[in-house]
């Protein structure tokens, strides 16, 4: 019994949760944790340009990213532990996103949301970052220009597995990169 | 049935008059003038630029400087002596034998004669110069800036000469004809250090302190004439008169403040009194119109959709009428008339952002869920037709890329009805809400006389009480036989964030109105969605497989492009956010020579800086939204 882990969202039917019996359940307390974040993520106010529009009308009304919980979205880098990409990431915003991604605290994630942050998209031009994996180390690519919010919700799901399964962080291309005089 | 093609606005103006006043008073000084497409372009010699366009101002009724942009006619100087025909020749000059490298292009605009003239500045490699307007148009501020950044071309007498796009740091100028597109190289290799030596260096993330308030002691902050800016920023100043009271800079942005883009606002503060505000932007600048210059006219349509985000179809639009008019190219009536109706919807959208936006940015965050949830139904009627939601790209050149499908008018129809009855549900909730006046009343109080010289357009300018509209003042797509209003301020001739919202919203009804005559005529007009002519448009695919011509057509048509005439083109569109032109010049190939979009955020920007001192700090977001700016239409 002790070694067998009962899956989170199993953990309490609704019966059970509106009476307050949630009984008890045994998992490893890695397991716990991870579902746990999963299930609080704080995503940074913050978009770039045509994708912050559609991610915009992700969490207004019609698509409701309440409806996975991640609708609390941080003004604050300190306060925020999943920074969304959204938008294409010129050349003098690309200090600014790295300082953002900076100032999050342990543990954080980053979803490179449409073609522009995962690879430059239409733009090859001098003014664009091919990507934002360039600067900050990219966790899930959504492609898409826009991507629907159907996308955006589908990237955060996998990120959300991603997460709960424990896989390792997305790997940035230069790591020393905003540190460069 | 096809209408005419679409001509210069119907100007009834005395050109030749206003040209005779010209030469007669500046003569030799006035080197040509040239007429093309309907345009007028008057060429004159640098140094006399200011008295030409003081004597344009004050005598002849051009109230507004539209416009400055350049253009690089780099191969055509270096194949001199055969140089395309752009050769200084005479004037105070001599008879210079050097040719021209870059072109300076101002575009005024007079509202009561409604008339446009363009006056072009001829200038070498080396040194490239010309005195700055500043004075006489306050607009021309962050124009000539942008020209500086982008050419490198110095504005002699501007109060504050940098770069404005691109960063302080950065070296070359991009629109540059011997500037690349772009360095970076697919990566053949995984040596990360060789990938490494290709990127860019970092720069550091900007500090409030960077010195963007001072330069050499000269206030970067320019006064309109008759005080404006400086008048507020000295009552500001004098309620806090206590020395040990230092002001405070701090940045607004360029981390998304409020939800307008990725605007950077340095701000002087005496405590929470706004002293100074200087919009810093460019922290989207994408390169648009230097990538516009790698494609051919009809794949270029695909980028304009990216600049003003929440209008894509009206970008569309612009550009394509402006290649027509170079081409000289008619549309189908029903392609026209889709072109209004589409339009329409998109000024709806966008302007339920931007109501719905400042609402949420002053604290009325259902507003921004109502605003939303109306939104989706227009991006439903624009994925109907194009298959996008909101990167359309659906018209082209000619027409538009289909026929709507069935289903299409009923929708639409659902879409009326419902957005009447929604914004009585928006004037419901805020018109007469206490929190929501107070807050907007009063609030950026700015006049037409600095609307016009900072060369705001849209319902920037009509809310001060000018009644200038494009669809009813220089019509097109057959906007003069549509019946509708254009509301402006008819009551206090001051523009303010309250002021904003109502035009916002009866513009919306008044779009509402057009969409329903559209509606109606669009069911009694057949006929083909796109042009005939195959030099422009591909033939329908059902062809390709029985006639020859057509499959050729089809060919060069995808694989080269059509060739446009050697000249260029001014076409302004009313955007729902104001004026949006675009100049199209061709140099006879089949990429366009060089795309300029003077784009409606990036001159309304120019208030913020005018309105904010005064204003405490939390009326700072309520003020950016007032502009209804977005960033991409900002920086391009």
Known sequence: MSNQVIPANQIATTQQAKTGALGAAFFKLEDAVRWARTKSMWPLLFGLACCAIEM???????FDLARFGMEVYRASPRQADLMIVAGRVSRKMAPVVRQLYDQMPEPKWVIAMGDCASCGGVYNNYAILQGVDEIIPVDVYISGCPPRPEALMYGILQLHEKIKNGEPRGQIKIENWGLRG | MAVAAPVAPTITLPVDDILARLLSRFGDKILTSSEFRGETTIVVVSEHLPAVAQMLRDELGFEQLVDITALDWYLQAKNA??????????????????????????????????????????????????????????????FEREVYDMMGIK???????????????????????????????????????????????????????????????????????????????????QEFQDPSNETMLINLGPHHPSTHGVLRVGMQLAGEKVVGAVPDIGYLHTGIEKNLEYKTYTKAIALTDRMD?????????????????????????????????????????????????????IGAVSMFT????????????????????????????????????????????EFIKMMYARIAEYQALLDENPIWLERTRGIGEYTAHDALQLSLT????????????????????????????????????????????????????????????????????????????????????????????????????WTEGFKPPVGYVYQAIESPRGELGFLVSS????????VRVRTPSFANLQLLGHIAPGHTISDMVGLIAMTDIVLGDVDR
Request: proline share 8%.
């Open chain 1, 56 to 62: 915009m009308a992700t969490f207004a009304s019609h």
């Open chain 2, 155 to 237: 504005f002699i007498g501007h109060p504050f000469m940098r770069r404005i796009l691109m960063p302080d740091n950065w070296q070359g100028h991009p629109h540059r004809k011997d500037y690349a597109l772009g360095y970076e190289q697919v990566e053949f290799t995984h040596n990360i250090d060789a990938i490494e030596a290709l990127k860019p260096k970092s720069i550091p993330p900007p500090r409030p302190e960077d010195a963007i308030f001072e330069i050499d002691g000269a206030p970067t902050e320019i006064s309109l004439s008759g005080g404006g800016a400086l008048d507020a920023t000295t009552l500001a100043l």
């Open chain 2, 587 to 594: 140099d006879g190939t089949n990429k366009p020579h060089r």
């Open chain 2, 370 to 413: 109502y605003a939303f949830r109306e939104r989706e139904y227009a991006l439903d009627i624009f994925e109907m037709v194009s298959g996008a939601r909101m990167m359309t790209s659906y018209f082209r050149i000619g027409g538009c890329a289909l026929d709507v499908p069935i289903g299409f008018s009923s929708q639409v129809r």
């Open chain 2, 81 to 142: 002596p055969n140089p395309g025909g752009i050769m200084f020749t005479g004037g105070d000059l001599g008879e210079l034998k050097v040719p021209a490298r870059f072109e300076v292009l101002y575009h005024f605009l007079s509202h009561s004669l409604n008339a446009r003239l363009r006056l072009t500045v001829l200038l070498q490699e080396t040194d490239p110069a010309v005195p700055t307007l500043v004075p006489i148009y306050s607009g021309a501020n962050f």
């Open chain 2, 309 to 361: 985000y929440l209008a894509p179809l009206s970008n569309n639009l612009g550009y394509c009428l402006a290649v027509e008019r170079l081409m000289g190219v008619e549309v189908p009536e029903r392609a026209n008339i889709l072109r209004v109706l589409l339009c329409e919807i998109t000024r709806i959208a966008s302007h339920l952002v931007a109501v719905g936006t400042n609402a949420m940015d």
């Open chain 2, 458 to 557: 849209g319902p920037l300018l009509r809310a001060t009480g000018v009644n200038w509209d494009l669809r009813k003042r220089q019509p097109y797509c057959g906007y003069e036989t549509y019946d509708f209003n254009v509301p402006f301020n008819t009551s206090s001739g001051k523009g303010d964030i309250f002021e904003l919202y109502r035009l916002k919203i009866l513009e919306m009804g008044e779009s509402l109105r057009i969409i329903e005559q559209a509606l109606e005529r669009l069911s009694i007009t057949p006929g083909p969605v796109i042009t005939t002519n195959r030099k422009v448009a591909p033939p329908p695919k059902a062809e390709l497989s029985t006639s020859m011509e057509s499959l050729i057509h089809h060919f060069k048509l």
